[in-house]
């Protein structure tokens, strides 16, 4: 149960932080903070939050982490559906959070995004659905591929928030043109539900392409290494 509890204050903390920096700061009047400024954003509320609950849950945050960490042998079954639920309801929580601040603002409109994941007419650099699931499922790839191998035993110890938290800022860098970066289910769900509309119809795109993505991860990590038992 504490396990769970964490990785709902985790992932409330990740979107919050992540689509708070999208939301609130990223364009504000001459002292934005841009593209960098979220993709940093959302690495490092890996980071702090991985040294913070690490030791009690994984730090995991997201449904496509889970899925690939169970696909890989890293995650017992019977963890998988409470884990995926707490993050979707910590994501949904920080969205309402999120939207009672930036509500407070003068001509607020939820369906101007709300850092909201979309493809086509929703994607920020106006690409098309094919572009964003490749992209989607590849970066989830990568990620789950360094998350693994940063987990493993036989990699430096203290080290792993590190590299995931910038494996994330990396994959915001390379793709917040093509779909405003999902890699994570929870986090789409999270603003998603509060834009409603389009960013529902979307969705779909924003679970299957991570959850494939993270399988594809866990089995490249497995054909490349063989764990000790």
């Known amino acids: 149960m504490k396990a769970i509890m964490a ?14 920096s999208a939301v609130l700061a990223a364009s504000f009047p ?20 991985a040294y913070a609950i690490g030791p009690i849950s994984g730090c995991h ?29 910590g994501a949904i929580t920080a969205g309402g959070v999120l939207y009672v ?13 709300f850092a909201a ?9 106006g690409y098309s659905l094919s572009a964003v699931i490749v992209a989607e499922t590849v970066l ?16 430096p110890a203290g080290f ?3 590299a995931i938290g910038l494996c994330l800022t990396l994959i915001h860098l390379i793709s917040i043109p093509v779909s405003n970066t999902s890699v994570n289910p929870a986090r789409s769900l999270g603003v998603g539900v509060y834009v409603g509309d389009w960013a529902m119809l979307q ?12 399988l594809a991860g866990a089995l490249i990590y497995k054909t490349i290494t063989t764990e000790e038992e």
């Open 61 to 89: 945050l997201n449904p496509a982490v889970s899925f690939g960490l169970w696909a890989a042998g890293r995650f017992e079954r019977k963890q998988l559906l409470p884990y995926i639920a707490s993050q979707c309801l």
């Open 160 to 162: 792993a928030p590190l």
């Open 30 to 49: 001459e002292v934005g903070i841009g593209l960098l400024g979220v993709s940093l954003a959302f690495g490092l509320t890996v980071v702090t939050m």
């Open 140 to 155: 989830t790839a990568m990620f789950l591929l360094v998350i693994l191998g940063s987990t493993d035993k036989k990699a």
């Open 117 to 125: 994941n979309g493809y086509e007419a929703h994607s920020p650099g």
């Open 101 to 113: 601040i930036a509500s407070g603002a003068a001509g607020f409109d939820v369906s101007n995004g």
């Open 203 to 214: 969705m779909w795109v924003f679970w299957l392409a991570p959850l494939v993505g993270a």
């Open 7 to 20: 990785e709902f204050w985790g992932t409330f903390w990740l979107v919050l932080g992540g689509c708070g």
